[in-house]
């Protein structure tokens, strides 16, 4: 029990990193948000998901885990589109 103990401690600590790094990366999308609303340009760009699918499945050493990869980062993009929109919304109603 002690090995599954010490196994749960290293995911919690995994977990603690993600989160972290999720923090930072949704900061970004609301900076991409701006940037966008600034300049007009719309929140889906398919060629920048597809290009972030790709380097990313290609970081993979392991390719067991490139379909959940694949789903786990179209996932964080739908998140980030609806952070984008959502930052969109507020913008347009301030105005």
Same mark, same amino acid.
């Given at each position: 029990?002690?090995?599954?103990?010490?196994?749960?401690?290293?995911?919690?600590?995994?977990?603690?990193?993600?989160?972290?790094?999720?923090?930072?990366?949704?900061?970004?999308?609301?900076?991409?948000?701006?940037? =966008?609303?600034?300049?007009?340009?719309?929140?889906?760009?398919?060629?920048?998901?597809?290009?972030?699918?790709? =380097?990313?499945?290609?970081?993979?050493?392991?390719?067991?885990?490139?379909?959940?990869?694949?789903?786990?980062?179209?996932?964080?993009?739908?998140?980030?589109?609806?952070?984008?929109?959502?930052?969109?919304?507020?913008?347009?109603?301030?105005?």
């Amino acid at each position: 029990m002690d090995e599954l103990k010490r196994i749960r401690e290293e995911i919690d600590e995994i977990d603690k990193e993600l989160v972290h790094l999720f923090e930072v990366r949704m900061e970004k999308v609301v900076l991409v948000a701006e940037y =966008k609303a600034k300049n007009k340009l719309p929140i889906i760009s398919s060629s920048r998901e597809e290009k972030v699918l790709q =380097k990313n499945v290609a970081y993979l050493k392991n390719n067991t885990f490139k379909k959940p990869l694949e789903e786990f980062f179209i996932s964080l993009m739908n998140i980030s589109k609806n952070i984008q929109r959502e930052f969109y919304r507020e913008k347009h109603d301030e105005m």
